[in-house]
């Protein structure tokens, strides 16, 4: 058995944050329903697109899901999606949205027809209006401290971090309040706004503080880790490695494992510095930088990372997408992580699972990218246990849709 | 009452992931007992420091949290601390940790004293060697894709974005298990491996497949949203902004806010592209950005936000940290968010709550960072209940020890 077997979660969201929730507990055994409009929600024909113009996106954000189409215009398409939302059951309702929470979706309304809903409403800014991840990124500060330093232009991270953090954060309310419920049984509403999300976390590791109690803030380091001592270096076959030393002992085997000590020594005593303690390390950086780049110059990637593991020094390769698919065992079929599957419309592609292992739940194998409306009528039938000629209609008015590609 | 109200999660663990997770898990009211060696944790000195040496990072991580401070290489400590972990309790026996697990944190050994013991570990790669947020995103392909198109030098995040996912994974990991303890009576070992939650994302965002289905991998795309239309501006008096339009509704506003309709429909027919088409807005991204340039060059900040705000387009401001703290009211004292709190040896800042509202349960208010030890004795005398005689025993041994700053 998964471990969130049993549990259902209906979901009317698009884009990431709301659809990575629900994947991720997906992945866990939790069945979702996603529910979109016929035409599909506002990231369906999000990029990248395979040459058909599915979404390679969508897929893997709703992989593992039930999907469920549709008219959400419709008065009587929106009776159907709340019937949904508030079905019966001690493991079900369940449900997530980042679109407004108001008319047939707003939480009152919803309540009444299911007393103990528990609702999560993903915001943008916490007043309802706007925002995305990149908006919100801008405003963290923590563009302007990304990229080479002395540069004076933003450099915005790819990686859609807020979303997915927002997206986690989620869930793990989503847990707790249905704790909540089975302890109390009391439902409820949930606010999670994006820019609250990281806002908080700008707060929690310190730059806050560091504006408000040091009077300063966090300079443009480019690739050098802050306050200890790690950075990138190419080597003779021009690859490009990262290594992080933010622990004596870490820095220790760095330092053995490139023959640095004496060197190091030397520069100790000329600048008055103790490298043992990170903040010197920190300080003197770009000199350890300048010590440590003839080492990696001076030898091939396999010849630096054999002597780096023998250390078990703490370093990482850098690598393109295509290298890391291609090359990364970690990424591999035989990771464990990933397995090939087959995702209808799309073809096959190594698919992770959940990140976590469970010793007392069964590991569940990646979930497919559904079709858009491939489970409409298995939902109909099965959890609001509607006749076949009562889903035949439906189909008939243009209500509801199932699978057409 | 909060909504974690009562539950017990114990943590050895230092640096961000494991920290972060029970963070957040204590500031929606879990009961937070880190267990640190005598001298703090690896991470207790991380910068950013204060002019005194106390690290504002490990205050911000962990606040909310008892802080009990042991000699974790003496038999008697290590003991100690099992006896914590493992103490009784319905909703206790919640353990996470990064540390290796084997000796005394092994988790059979942990067992033995608690049959359903629920625990967390937190590993680099899955086969138990180090990696670090730093040498897992050089792997990721991220670097590579971030910052200025034609760049072929890495770009590392600032934000370490994978040690903040992986350890609120870990917080929905630990909810998830204990729902199916409650539920079954089985505790069990969690494995949540760095690299797995990194390149799990990685496949989760579709980048996996665009280069095994499409055959193609992600460029470098600067500020630049890919697949859709966003781009950073500046302003007539030096500000910047972000502006995004990933909706056919966002850009048809962004649009209107800058009476670049005309423009756009003469790019249209030059170049035949439909800008409704999201695809054709990033085939164009160089020719919009460029018609949309001077608009803002021409306005003050002021002036753009007023005409953007009018449309309700879909824009960011850019700012430093020290701009998010002093001039973003959604990180002032009355955004809800944030509360000036004193931490003890550090001073008074603002400091955030949870991001998550909640309408049946209390919002706390957020977390002090604890003085390292500073709840040793409490810990000692109601968890373990221990006489205070035994306690005082156990400080003249050196074994354990309370707050020293």
Redesign the interface.
């Given at each position: 058995m998964s471990?969130?077997a049993g549990l259902r979660i209906t979901e009317c969201a698009a884009?990431?944050a709301g659809p990575?929730a629900t994947?991720?507990?997906a992945s866990?055994g939790a069945e979702v329903i996603r529910i979109d409009p016929l035409e599909g929600g506002?990231d369906y024909?999000?990029?990248?697109?395979?040459?058909t113009g599915r979404?390679?996106?969508?897929?893997?954000?709703n992989?593992g899901k039930k999907s469920v189409s549709i008219d959400l215009r419709a008065p009587a398409g929106r009776e159907l999606a709340q019937a949904i939302i508030t079905a019966p059951g001690a493991d079900a309702g369940l449900f997530i949205s980042n679109f407004p929470a108001t008319g047939w979706l707003d939480?009152a309304t919803l309540q009444r027809l299911r007393g103990d809903l528990i609702m999560a409403s993903i915001l943008g800014?916490?007043d309802g209006s706007?925002?995305?991840d990149?908006?919100?990124?801008?405003?963290?500060?923590?563009?302007?401290?990304?990229?080479t330093p002395g540069g004076d232009?933003?450099?915005?991270?790819?990686?859609?971090?807020w979303d997915?953090?927002?997206g986690?954060?989620?869930?793990?309310?989503l847990?707790?309040?249905?704790?909540?419920r089975?302890r109390h049984g009391?439902?409820?509403?949930?606010?999670?706004?994006l820019?609250?999300?990281a806002?908080?976390?700008?707060?929690?590791?310190?730059?806050?503080?560091?504006?408000?109690?040091?009077g300063?803030?966090?300079k443009r380091?480019?690739?050098h880790?802050?306050?200890?001592f790690?950075h990138?270096f190419e080597t003779q076959d021009g690859r490009?490695?990262?290594?992080?030393a933010?622990?004596l002992g870490?820095w220790k085997t760095l330092c053995k494992a490139t023959g640095i000590s004496a060197a190091v020594a030397a520069l100790e005593q000329a600048e008055g510095l103790d490298m043992s303690r990170?903040?010197d390390r920190?300080a003197a950086r770009d000199a350890l930088a300048r010590l440590l780049a003839p080492w990696f110059a001076e030898r091939s990637l396999a010849q630096a990372a054999d002597r780096l593991d023998t250390e078990?020094a703490?370093?990482?390769?850098?690598?393109?997408?295509?290298?890391?698919?291609?090359d990364?065992p970690?990424?591999g079929p035989a990771?464990?992580?990933?397995t090939p599957i087959h995702?209808p419309g799309?073809?096959?592609?190594?698919?992770?699972?959940?990140?976590?292992?469970?010793?007392?739940?069964e590991t569940l194998p990646p979930g497919v990218g559904p079709l858009l409306g491939q489970h409409t009528d298995e939902v109909l039938l099965e959890v609001l246990k509607l006749s076949s000629g009562a889903v035949a209609a439906l189909h008939d008015q243009g209500i509801v849709a199932g699978a057409r590609e």
């Open positions: 471990i969130l884009f990431i990575f994947m991720s507990l866990l506002l024909r999000r990029w990248p697109v395979t040459a979404s390679l996106y969508w897929a893997g954000l992989k939480f800014n916490r706007t925002a995305l990149y908006t919100v990124n801008c405003a963290t500060g923590f563009p302007l401290a990304t990229g232009t933003p450099t915005n991270h790819v990686l859609p971090a997915l953090l927002c986690m954060t989620a869930a793990t309310g847990l707790a309040a249905e704790r909540h089975r009391a439902g409820q509403l949930l606010k999670i706004a820019s609250d999300v806002f908080a976390v700008v707060g929690d590791l310190g730059l806050v503080a560091e504006v408000q109690i040091n300063d803030e966090r380091h480019g690739n880790i802050f306050g200890a790690g990138d490009r490695v990262m290594v992080a933010v622990s870490q990170e903040g920190f078990k703490c370093w990482g390769l850098y690598q393109s997408f295509s290298q890391l698919v291609h990364d970690r990424c990771s464990g992580l990933f995702h799309i073809g096959t592609t190594l698919t992770p699972r959940s990140p976590i292992d469970f010793t007392a739940c």
